[in-house]
């Protein structure tokens, strides 16, 4: 009869347990200071290699990170070339695109996502034949065509080639009137939600954040909606003069309070948070992982991304 009992509660917890709807490999998890590790993010639906980079700022170093760790068991160039099926670029800023600029003369042919802010930059600043080569789809010519520019229209599902996913573009405000750009990314009724840098609504003198709360709050309650990756640069001591559209933990977690009044405070319980894009200098990354433990007081289950390990959600 105990085993019974044990087998049925096994099962149960068994069952209790969906799952993982989505695999990320972070490729580069900080928002400056160390080259070889900045913001680049692999998503696949479990089961697949067709995967979307979120964001580019560090990519070979991060495929020979997974590769030691037994992620991959394949080598650089068939990540490179043949499991990144694209780039969705949340903004232009060199932590989130060398990675990118550099693979490029390397890489195959695929699409680059973006709000038309973020495109305009690379095709003006970075594919440029004083700058490099124009390996873009449009701009200085010659233009040699391998990253096709494929703007997105906020708030519209766009189907991402060669994946099994689609994803909807939100603005976000990066040190208004600076953009970047939030990422909601789709598979088989499951989503994951990846933000580029952002300010709090507050500082920015923005809605921004609220909107996108307001989009995903219903996605939250239904648990389709898998995790957040969401960006805490600084400790809260930094002066709000010079947070230049970024977070801190206090920001972070007032900005989820706003989201749990929309999705209810049970909701949010458990619910992952990947934090993402912390500048490491100095005690930085200690002192945020202890004051958003501090302040977590909705429960919320943070996740700290490290480069070339699998996360599953
Ligand atoms: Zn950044
Ligand atoms: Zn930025």
Not at 19 to 47: H, Q, R
Request: charged share 15%; hydrophobic share 40%.
């Amino acid at each position: 009869m105990k085993y019974i009992l044990i087998l049925l509660l096994f099962t149960a917890s068994a069952f209790a347990q969906p799952k993982p709807a989505f695999k990320v490999i972070p490729l580069g998890v900080y928002g400056g200071a160390d080259e070889s590790n900045l913001s680049c993010y692999m998503l696949a639906p479990t089961g697949s290699s067709n995967y979307i980079c979120l964001d580019a700022g560090t990519v070979h170093a991060g495929i020979e990170k997974a590769i030691a760790n037994h992620v991959f068991n394949v080598d650089v160039t068939t990540v490179l070339k043949k499991y990144i099926k694209g780039y969705c670029i949340s903004h232009p800023h060199l932590d989130h695109v060398a990675g990118m600029i550099i693979n490029s003369p390397e890489d195959t042919a695929k699409n680059v996502y973006g709000l038309p802010y973020t495109l305009n930059t690379l095709r003006d600043y970075y594919f440029t034949w004083k700058n490099w080569a124009n390996f873009g789809s449009e701009g200085d010519k010659p233009v040699l065509n391998k990253y096709h520019y494929t703007p997105l229209i906020p708030g519209t599902e766009t189907p991402l080639d060669n994946t099994e996913m689609t994803v909807t573009a939100f603005v976000l405000s990066h040190g208004n009137p600076y953009q970047s750009t939030a990422y909601l990314v789709k598979h088989n009724g499951s989503y994951m939600l990846y933000l580029g840098d952002t300010g709090a609504d507050e500082v920015e003198k923005a809605n921004n954040l609220q909107l996108l709360w307001q989009q995903v709050a219903p996605l939250i309650k239904a648990k389709t909606l898998k995790a957040i990756m969401i960006e805490v640069s600084f400790p809260n001591e930094q002066p709000e003069k010079s947070l230049f559209g970024h977070l801190t933990p206090h920001l972070l977690m007032n900005e989820m309070k706003a989201l749990s009044t929309l999705t209810g405070t049970e909701a949010m319980k458990g619910f992952p948070i990947v934090i993402t894009h912390i500048k490491p200098s100095g005690s930085h990354e200690a002192d945020i992982k202890k004051q958003l433990a501090a302040a977590n007081t909705l429960g919320i289950k943070l996740v700290y991304p490290h480069q070339g390990h699998l996360l599953e959600f």
